[in-house]
């Protein structure tokens, strides 16, 4: 019997879905014949995903705004008549800085987003997956909620926390047919990396080609990892062929090697 990763029908959230990321999970989604809405922080980001797929619904929100956040889903709901998935995809990158140069407004702005923006939309999503009978809930973390990243403390803070707030929830909605994992992705090979690599190389006097070798270097299959990659596990995730998935933090990342 051929594996079931159908999402034909299913009505699905994407947060941050107007680019990078984001957009390739909703465009996936509605490629595979699911019903998508997506927020962003950007209007050109909107405008530009509704000229490539007008099926798409859109809304202008910030995650980290609780009001935003509802407004979002009054949206979204009446547009989609339920919900079956949630993808909480957005998030930022945070400062870069020593910690004890990290601004108490940066901070707060970080886990705002990363984390409390994952609760607030999942305390609204639940209620409708419960009525649906069920869903899925895919929270997006990062390698460095793992392997923690040197003067990026508020980032790799929100992302570890989105672990536990994935097995957390997953234990508390598993018994109401809700399923809740999390996707931590790699080394992107997206613009804003490839953005990241020049400026850094730049300034440490090497090349583009020399700085990401030695990003690499601590990958196993010395890879970078493409969009549509997670994409298609958010994808499966969501799917029947993972009924009995939940709970789970899975690295689409080519394995980033870290102290075990």
């Not at 594996?3 to 699905?12: A, F, H, N, Y």
């Not at 202008?60 to 979204?76: C, N, P, Q, S, W």
């Not at 030695?214 to 994409?231: C, D, K, N, P, Y």
Request: neutral net charge; charged residues 20%; contains cysteine.
């Amino acid at each position: 019997m051929p594996m079931d990763t159908s999402v034909e029908g299913l009505r699905v959230i994407v947060t941050a879905g107007g680019a990078g990321i984001g957009r390739r999970i909703a465009t996936r989604f509605h490629e595979h014949g699911a019903r998508v809405f997506i927020c962003d922080v950007s209007e050109l980001a909107l405008a530009e995903l509704n000229g490539i797929e007008p099926k798409i619904g859109t809304v202008l929100a910030d995650v980290g705004d609780r009001a935003a956040v509802g407004r979002l889903f009054d949206t979204a709901l009446s547009a989609l008549g339920g919900l079956d998935v949630l993808v909480n995809n957005a998030g930022i990158s945070g400062p870069t800085a020593a910690a004890e140069d990290v601004t108490p407004a940066d901070w707060d702005r970080t886990l705002a987003v990363n984390i409390s923006g994952q609760f607030y939309c999942a305390r609204l999503a639940i209620p409708a997956m419960k009525r649906a009978g069920g869903g899925s809930i895919v929270n997006i973390s990062s390698t460095s909620g793992k392997t923690g990243l040197p003067l990026r403390l508020p980032y790799a803070v929100s992302k570890h926390a989105v672990m536990g707030f994935t097995e957390t929830l997953a234990r508390e909605v598993g018994p109401h047919g809700i399923r809740v994992n999390t996707i931590l992705p790699g080394f992107m090979n997206n613009a804003r990396s490839q953005r990241i690599i020049r400026e850094k190389s730049a300034a440490l006097g090497i090349t583009p080609e020399a700085y990401l070798a030695q990003g690499l270097q601590f990958v196993s299959l010395r890879t970078m990892i493409e969009e549509v990659e997670i994409a298609d596990m958010a994808l499966f995730l969501c799917s029947p062929a993972a009924r009995h998935v939940t709970g789970q933090a899975i690295g689409v990342c080519g394995n980033v090697e870290y102290e075990r």
